[in-house]
């Protein structure tokens, strides 16, 4: 709830768009394949293997961020330089970000909490969420979307403060640095803030398996300042900071204004009636009422926890208790996972055949554990029960030896698609000499 509602909207206005961009979808890592390491003596040069190769040949959006440094502006030329006209992605008002072309409708949603002014249109969300989910994935994280007020913190405008809370103006933390303190005097907004007891130890922890945005129905300012507190460092919520200004339903919060899949989205809030369209990914929140001016707006006739001066357990109040909870369902969705892709490739006997460099430890070579983890058996050692034998050159002992044996013979970009795509393809579609001769 917005505590402050004549703060002026504060809005991002960097000029460097890219860098904004990769920075609300967490970009990293870098852009090689496993195979592209794979040289070895006898002149067999692999060559290196984009994601969008792979992409064409299984019919999917490439993944992101964990994999390769792909720029979200190189992406969008790359898809607009397919089509013969610009498909015209985003805009900034009514300008194509790629084209520059004046565009006389607007559609789409904004995002202006990534860069002020910027649209993109409903293809484009659906595009980046894919490739974001794969993203996700590599790093074994989900989403998940913290409110504000009542959830990790709770403030109050000065001028509500009870006499008996007035001890607290003397006790407040240093705003020149955040990071140890819990209760803090905003002047130029006329409010105080206390943070929720254990709200460090929980985004620190949290963040390890969820990537984290704030979503308050305070306005921007209100949110910025508060993710200045709650994040000093920026290493947890980066330009993932929404507030009322970047909804698109007034009273209502909604994830289409996340750049996340849906069904990888967890919501921490107090206020169920806030999120009418995704009640199935809230997780409610006791709320936290330190201020007298809290309960009361809620209709408690009490003393509030300040003027008891008291406070929520570190160890056993409401941020440690659904830490709990957060962790048990990022194991067991992972689980599930780990279980379901071992699936994958279970009946399945790869050997390599000058794929990995010379004298490089095999089972210690990124395709190789890549296959074990899609549930296949790798081998060195060639034998009757091997269905695979994986290459680059259809020349080698080994490729002479599976054509000789009717055995697939197919390039390590199968193993790589069917990791990135969840399921085993076609093995002539990765056939060795095609893709020698392309």
Known sequence: MSLVTDSPVNSSSS???????????????????????????????????KRHKVENM??????????????????????????????HPGSFGDMCIICGQRLEQESGVTFGYIHKGLRLNNDEIVRLRSKDMKNLLRHKKLHLVLDLDHTLLNSTQLVHMTPEEEYLKSQTDSLQDVSNGSLFMLENMHMMTKLRPFVRTFLKEASEMYEMHIYTMGDRAYALAMANILDPKREYFGERVISRDDGTQKHQKGLDVVLGQESAVLILDDTENAWTKHKENLIL????????????????????????????????????????????????????????????????????????????????????????????????????????????????????????????????????????????????????????NQ
């Open 15 to 49: 000029d460097d768009f890219a860098a904004l961009l990769d920075s609300a979808l967490d970009s990293a890592s870098s852009d090689s394949s496993p195979v592209e390491e794979a040289k070895d003596d006898d002149d067999v040069e692999i060559e290196s293997i």
């Open 58 to 87: 299984g019919s999917t959006e490439e993944p992101d961020g964990s994999t390769s440094q792909v720029s979200v502006t190189e992406v969008l030329e790359e898809e607009s330089t397919k089509q013969n006209t610009c498909t």
């Open 285 to 436: 929140m006791e709320r936290y009422h330190f201020f007298r001016s809290s309960c009361h707006q809620f209709g408690f006739n009490c003393k509030s926890l300040s003027e008891l001066k008291s406070d929520e357990s570190e160890t056993e109040g409401a941020l440690a208790t659904v830490l709990k909870v957060l962790k048990q369902i990022h194991n067991n969705f992972f689980d599930v996972l780990k279980t379901l892709r071992q699936e994958i490739l279970k009946d399945c006997k790869i050997v390599f055949s000058r794929v990995f460099p010379t004298k490089f430890q095999a089972e210690n070579h990124q395709l190789w554990k890549m296959a074990e983890q899609l549930g296949a058996t790798c081998s060195t050692e060639l034998d009757p029960s091997v269905t695979h034998v994986v290459a680059t050159d259809a020349g080698t002992e080994k490729s002479r030896w599976a054509a000789k044996e009717k055995k697939f013979l197919v390039h390590p970009r199968w193993i790589e698609a069917t990791n990135y795509l969840w399921q085993k393809l076609p093995e002539e579609n990765f056939s060795v000499s095609v893709v020698k």
